[in-house]
């Protein structure tokens, strides 16, 4: 069995259940120190973080991932328990094996295949790994990036590795995130009896017309690097549960997945603009999840590609869809961010699986992305 399969392994037995890391960074603090990584532990909170750096020179090429995984459900739903990691036909099953320590063994593998080759190379490698990115995400990434640029300690390049890819490996990277923001809207009316029209100010009809506007609205039309912005309503409650009332208020709750061509001001202007329209009185309260980020074609997209068309034979879709990662902490700071792993059709799921092809396969274009930049 290889390295990099047998690393996966050891990584999954580990109880790891976020925000708890459960052993997982020592040992990989630990097969990197014995390939001359420097390591420094940057603990915020009870979040444990590691930070792996070898080198002094720049540019600096960093690995960022989390050891942390999402709770199991059900373990009679489980077909194998979800902490003894199981080969079976080619996969191997357990609670992670996608997101995301298959794609921390296989930084690692690579990291040792390129230093055995190259053991002079120009530039820094790193590793920045949190055990807090499937929980709050408040004292992992963002607080390590917060200290490196405080010091002013620069990462040039990372690749987080993240389940990326869509039917096959490497198929798709993402080199971006759309924005996302939720609104809190509460529309005031009066209420009463509904045989009293005159009586009575009703949240749900003034609503109708915001609903028609709001939902018919072309926020953007996207760019080259984004999809067209996107409104949906997540929820909607008003009512007393009898007949005869008409409530005093509704709730509403909407979200925006939005473009680089937006920013949060002008989405709240144009919201307020067509609620204004309809009703004077509503309270509006905002929530902004994260701005929007992109990765622009240059070195780092440029060495990736090379990698996977050398591993695959085909280069990858470079896409700005699906949720939200670390990456949003560490583009801000001026770094070329894309997200490179496996199979992402499992993952949160009962029976999570990793290929053991794939990995082997994301080692070699990790390794390859590796000489790519620092050759
Ligand atoms: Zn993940």
């Keep these: ?36 990584f420097n390591i420094e532990w940057m603990n915020f909170g009870d979040t444990k973080n590691l930070w792996a750096r070898r080198g002094t020179s720049a540019p600096v090429f960093a690995f960022a991932g989390h050891t942390d995984v999402v709770p199991t459900g059900p373990l009679t739903e489980w077909d194998t328990p979800p902490f003894e990691p199981t080969l079976k036909d080619g996969l191997i099953y357990a609670r ?177 603009h067509i609620i204004d329209q309809e009703s004077d009185d509503y309270e509006l309260v905002w929530k902004l999840s994260g701005l929007p980020f992109i990765t622009e074609r240059g070195d780092l997209t440029c060495a990736v590609e090379k990698a996977l068309i050398d591993v695959t034979g085909k280069p990858p879709v470079l896409s700005t869809g699906g949720g939200t990662s670390d990456g949003r902490f560490i583009a801000p700071y001026g770094v070329q961010v894309i997200e490179l792993g496996p199979i992402n059709a499992t993952i949160h799921k009962i029976n999570e699986c990793v290929s053991v092809d794939d990995l082997e396969s994301l080692s070699l274009t990790y390794q390859k992305v590796l000489e790519n930049i620092l050759l």
């Excluded at 200290?147 to 993240?162: N, P, S, T």
């Excluded at 005031?188 to 749900?204: F, R, S």
């Excluded at 997540?234 to 997945?257: D, W």
Aim: charged share 20%.
């Design 1 to 36: 069995m290889s390295n990099t399969i047998e690393l996966t392994q050891a990584l999954l037995k580990k109880v790891s259940l976020t925000p708890e890391d459960a052993g997982c960074m020592d040992l990989m603090a630990d097969y990197l120190q014995q390939r001359g």
């Design 96 to 272: 992670g094996a996608a997101d995301m320590k298959g794609s921390l063994a296989a930084m690692l593998t690579a990291c040792d295949g390129f230093i055995a080759a190259h053991e002079n190379h120009t530039g820094s490698i790193a590793f920045l790994i949190t055990s807090d990115e499937e929980g709050p995400a408040t004292n992992g990434t963002v607080k390590v990036m917060q200290a490196l640029d405080g010091r002013g300690e620069k990462i040039d390049y990372c690749i987080v590795g993240e389940p990326s890819s869509h039917k096959t490996f490497g198929d798709m990277v993402r080199v971006g995130r759309r924005g996302s923001i939720n609104g809190y809207l509460t529309l005031n009316g009066k209420q009463g009896h509904v045989a009293y029209p005159e009586l009575v100010d009703n949240p749900i009809h003034a609503l109708a017309p915001i609903l028609a506007n709001i939902t018919a609205e072309q926020w953007d039309e996207g760019n080259d690097y984004f999809p067209p912005t996107s409104f949906q309503i997540s929820n909607i409650n008003a009512g007393t549960g009898v007949e005869n009332v008409v409530p005093g208020e509704l709730k509403l709750i909407f979200n925006l997945r939005f473009s680089s061509e937006l920013t949060p001001e002008v989405i709240k202007s144009r919201v307020t």
